[in-house]
Nanobody, 128 residues
């Protein structure tokens, strides 16, 4: 059974950094991808980043490319999203998700409907 638990959200000032964690259980990293999505108030959920470690594939949306970095610690079954140079536009609830490698389409633009397993989300607030 796949379970995902996010942590690390909080409130920081613009320009600062946060590191989100997604503790996983039941996720076979050799066959599944892990993604990060976010949903701002009044907006649709959008794909931010994903990693398919078995094929050495990562993806970042244009809005976070160069500022965010995704990584996997297989020993801890945890996926991290390092977020630097944060801006108020990054304010959202951040969710991690998992799906089979092919179904996830990680490496291309990722969309929520392709991902079947979700965490509960962790809120991030950036003030100017």
């Amino acid at each position: 059974q796949v379970q995902l638990v996010e942590s690390g959200g909080g409130s920081v000032q613009a320009g600062e950094s946060l590191r989100l964690s997604c503790k996983t259980s039941g996720v076979p990293f050799d066959y599944y991808a892990i993604g990060w999505f976010r949903q701002a108030p009044g907006k649709e959920r959008e794909g931010v980043s994903c990693i398919n470690s078995s094929d050495d594939i990562t993806y970042y949306s244009d809005s976070v490319k160069g500022r965010f970095s995704i990584s996997i610690d297989r020993a801890e079954d945890t996926v991290y999203l390092q977020m630097n140079s944060l801006t108020p536009e990054d304010t959202a609830v951040y969710y991690c998700a998992s799906e089979g490698k092919l179904a996830s389409r990680c490496g291309d633009r990722i969309v929520p409907r392709d991902w079947g397993y979700w965490g509960q989300g962790t809120p991030v607030t950036i003030s100017s």
